[in-house]
């Protein structure tokens, strides 16, 4: 699933090519992916065609595209969703459910092989009725997001650390691939559970958090499976892994084997060394 780095990097590549673009037309081939207003696909159509490309932002990892009639576009990629700013005469790929034809004879489409993709419409003022975006903890990356911040997220909680990371209540954006670096990064064992970190861990973590999403957004994102850019190129943060995706390999650091296991049922690759579990 693109995570916070992959989502903001998608943002990034399309936004000087969206903005002022109208919205002439809009094909529709499964209509059960919009959420809000659901399956709506005549009111969907009606409300976006002929509006204008605004803005766009990004929380957690969801995308929001603001319109000039001030209705909000919100999509989440899910697992296997590219949204991608392609010349009108493009071959239409399999798989893609939405077209939005533009007036500069380009088209935004939305790819995904899984269905899994999420797509909402609602007035500016009614973001709140898109309940996971309404509970989405604070931004990692933000001026806000302080270490401070982390110490009152933590507060009266004992998740095992990895969970409390893929919480999107507690922090919003962070997936399995950067969980496993912050982790390894920090020092921190998976299963650690959040009320036994130390002043001088959650440093760490609060560290480790901000320097792996921006190296991730650096890199434009890790490219492994699925994730795309918006003009179809990958990332290139899939080469600075140190444990992802590397169990049975050698620790980056101390050279011993990484190990892997499941947290919460979430496969997790962690170096049992370097990250040991407080006794």
Request: hydrophobic share 35%; proline share 4%.
């Amino acid at each position: 699933m693109p995570e916070l780095p992959e989502v903001e990097t998608v943002r990034r590549s399309l936004e000087p090519k969206l903005l002022g673009k109208i919205i002439t037309g809009i094909e529709v081939n499964l209509p059960k992916l919009i959420k809000i207003p659901q399956g709506d696909e005549r009111m969907f159509k009606e409300i976006l065609i002929g509006s204008k490309f605004n803005e766009i932002k990004r929380r957690g990892k969801y995308l929001l595209f603001y319109m000039d009639n001030s209705w909000v576009l919100v999509i989440h990629l899910r697992m296997t969703g590219r949204l991608l700013y392609v010349h009108g005469n493009t071959t239409v790929e399999k798989h893609t459910h939405f077209i939005f034809y533009l007036d500069d004879g380009n088209e935004l489409r939305f790819h995904d092989i899984r269905q899994f993709g999420l797509l909402y419409l609602v007035p500016q003022n009614g973001l709140g009725a898109i309940s996971g975006l309404k509970k989405l903890g604070p931004e990692p990356l933000s001026t806000e997001f302080t270490l401070e911040c982390l110490k009152e997220a933590v507060k009266g909680k004992k998740q095992k650390v990895k969970i409390f990371l893929l919480d999107q209540s507690c922090i919003a954006g962070i997936g399995n691939i950067y969980a496993d670096e912050i982790l390894f990064q920090a020092g921190i064992h998976p299963s650690e559970t959040v009320d036994k970190l130390t002043v001088e861990k959650l440093k760490a973590l609060w560290e480790a958090i901000r320097d792996r999403l921006r190296a991730g957004v650096e890199h434009r994102g890790t490219s492994i499976k699925n994730y795309v850019d918006g003009f179809g190129e990958v990332g290139s943060f899939q080469y600075q892994l140190k444990v992802y995706g590397k169990a049975g390999q050698p620790c980056f650091n101390c050279g011993k084997e990484i190990e892997r296991t499941k947290v919460g049922g979430r496969s997790t690759a962690y170096c049992p060394y370097c990250q040991r579990k407080s006794e």
